[in-house]
């Protein structure tokens, strides 16, 4: 596995102890590489409406996004998981909107890894090319 991607778990697993998760206790977290090589990390933070909810990845995209940072290598998640913890289907679309090349890499803390593009967890998914 790519030394960057171990990186990348390792603050996922630690941004993940302070997610905001007291109705699931589910408690998700991620760390997103950018092309420059900047890491911003993300929890999942639950709402009591819970439509209001905000996962771990989007969280991490959002940070990025607001400190000017648009393109993506590859994001970390990691949850405790029977499998290598994977995004949703609202975190698969978000994350393509960046790029249909982005790495994504799924873990739990068995230490179990699976490494996927997002094309390929999300074929044909929606995006800016669409509206053209």
Sequence with gaps: MNV???KLLKEAEEVR???YTPYSK?????????????????????N???????CAERVAILKAISEGSYKF???????????PCSPCGACRQVISEFGEDI?????NLKG??????I??????????????
Excluded: H, Q, W
């Design 17 to 19: 102890k302070k997610a």
């Design 112 to 117: 179990e890894v699976k490494i996927k593009k």
């Design 26 to 46: 589910f408690k998700v977290g991620a760390a997103l590489l950018t092309s420059d090589g900047k890491i911003f990390t993300g929890c999942n933070i639950e």
């Design 4 to 6: 960057n991607y171990e």
């Design 48 to 54: 009591a409406s819970f439509g209001l909810t905000v």
């Design 73 to 83: 290598e590859a994001i970390a998640i990691i949850g405790d998981t029977n499998r």
């Design 119 to 132: 094309s390929e967890l999300l074929p044909e998914a929606f995006n800016k090319n669409d509206l053209l």
């Design 103 to 107: 790495k994504i890499v799924m873990s």
